[in-house]
């Protein structure tokens, strides 16, 4: 029934006609009425158009090469909420962008929660390393003078606490959740403007893509902020958000493209020490 929508069916000729239209240079607006003219339903006219061009515009991307877009996590944002439903708690929504999809969230975590989670990583803290996507292994790396530490999924209350809330707000299983991170931050430490999807045209990449498949949202939640500097950049554009305790930004990219806009960086602490939790989710449940 995906083409019916009540007794008007949105049939093939049609979606060539409003490719055709859209072409030809006339806005969307222009085309609803036109179609509303003609007899259409207007509810069934913007789902054509809607459906109709989404469709298109995959297919164009596919074929210029660029891989395929994948569902990803998505907070509930319809209806412009200032609060969202987490289960335990109601979190703020601060601010959301479409291009590149990043949404900042106010009191995702309680102080309390905060320290906890920096207490139980403290002792565990090494020297940051990140894929190596060459092999799939791990290796150091100048970009990210951070040291961290995972968790396991679900390793004591607060964590399996947390990741419930998350997964909760952006509407995606624990199950495809990474064990969550925390890294720490002293002054002059950063995390150079990178992307967190597995780069498709390293060798190593399919070998990390068995398990769970490729990352498509990350949560950087800030747990500890520093007086100046350390805020999580996205240059493209020209974007940075706050590091401030108990709030996370959340982005989305449904490909392992630069098109998602999603590079992102920890810019230097200046002053203070920066804690954040990051929180990697995945396409398919990670084991
Ligand atoms: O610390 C940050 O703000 C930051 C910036 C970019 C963290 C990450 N990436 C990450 O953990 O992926
Ligand atoms: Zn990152």
Request: aromatic share 8%.
């Amino acid at each position: 029934m995906s083409n019916t929508t009540g007794t008007q069916q949105i049939t093939p000729e049609l979606r060539r006609w409003i490719i055709e239209q859209a072409q030809a240079g006339y806005t969307a607006e222009v085309v609803l009425k036109s179609m509303v003219a003609s007899g259409w339903n207007e509810d069934v006219a913007i789902e054509a158009m809607e459906s109709t061009l989404k469709g298109h515009v995959e297919s164009q991307a596919v074929a210029s090469g660029l891989p395929p877009a994948v569902a990803v996590p998505e907070p509930a944002l319809d209806e412009s909420p200032l609060y969202l439903d987490a289960g335990d708690r109601q979190v703020c929504v601060l601010q959301a962008m479409f291009n590149p999809r990043v949404v900042v969230f106010g009191g995702l975590l309680s102080d309390d929660e905060c320290d906890a989670l920096i207490e139980a990583a403290r002792p565990r803290l090494a020297r940051s390393l990140t894929v190596a996507t060459k092999t799939g292994g791990e290796e150091l790396n100048a970009d990210r003078t951070s040291n961290g530490m995972f968790f396991q999924r679900g390793e004591n209350e607060v964590v399996k606490r947390v990741e419930e809330r998350i997964a909760r707000l952006v509407n995606w299983p624990v199950e495809n959740g990474e064990g969550l991170q925390v890294l720490h931050y002293r002054p002059g430490a950063e995390y150079k403007p990178h992307y967190d999807y597995f780069d498709p045209n390293e060798p190593g990449t399919p070998t990390i893509l068995k398990r769970g498949g490729q990352r498509v949202a990350t949560l950087v939640i800030y747990l500890g902020e520093p007086a100046k500097g350390g805020g999580t950049t996205f240059p493209d554009v020209h974007l940075e958000v706050a590091p401030k305790r108990g709030n996370a930004v959340f982005f989305s990219y449904e490909r392992a493209h630069p098109s998602t806009k999603t590079l992102h960086g920890g810019a230097p602490v200046i002053e203070g020490e920066k804690w954040i939790a990051t929180k990697w989710l995945r396409e398919r449940r990670f084991e």
